[in-house]
């Protein structure tokens, strides 16, 4: 039983570890969502001759008329973003390299209490993890001992902050989903997405998330079998003493009863005759068993 409580241990911490990793990374990291934003082309320079608006004439003089003859898309610019929790990025179009502008700020006024809902959410999601790991560690160590009771109380204590920390980091993924999405509609123009999607970010937090709940599965279960043949154990156990000492007891009152016969059997076991003289017949010449039968019948 040993072993076995020892290799769900060790799974458990695995995958609360992954569940560890997968969370920090997402939460630090800004490719929650992806795509790209449709941004006016910028007018051409000498230094920029490309992806621009050329106009041909001299835009000094404000007598002059300036038309663009691109039309429909052609007029802008699709640059790659990702956002994050705490940020959100896009390409550069005036420079290399990209720009950086808080996500906090970006959300609508009315979404960004719930936006710092889904923060906390998430930080306690990742402290509730520590907690669990240190737990199940612990719990680890006390499998290769014979301290039952505290493995068991250390197991359950891990189950439990498994299993919120799994809850709470489901809450914090879901809220920061609708955050974005209220923001890509109500959000700033110049930011607003021409197309997006989910990207690794995303898929770490939730693969954080079944990572978590399988953790705290495993371990529920191990506390179950645990107990369960901690129980088996010990009821066969007192069934065996239980069935020891019935044989005992039943040894002895044989014996007990066998004794008793035999004194019997000697003292009254002397046949009268008419002349008043008693013959002392010896118990070894006499069969017990029509014994016992004789008296069983006098019995009833």
Known sequence: MKTTRKCRALLSVSMNLL???????????????????RVPKPKCTKLRTHNCIDYGVNETDPKVVVYSWETGDDRFLFRQFHTGIWFSCAENIHDEGEKCRSFIDLAPASERGVLWLSVVSEMLYIVLLIVGFSLMCLELVHSSTSNMIDGLKLNAFAAIFTVLSGLLGMVAHMMYTQVFQVTVTLGPADWRPYNWDYGWSFCMAWASFTCC??????TLNSY????????HKRKTFVQSIRKEQAREALGYYRDHSLHSICQTVEVYTQTPYSSGIRTHIPASSLDLSEVSETLGEDQC
């Open 19 to 37: 569940a560890l990793f997968f969370s920090i990374t997402a939460f630090i990291t800004t490719y929650w969502c992806v795509g790209t934003q």
């Open 224 to 231: 179950t079998k645990t107990v369960i043949e901690f129980r």
């Open 213 to 218: 709940m399988g953790a705290s599965v495993t």
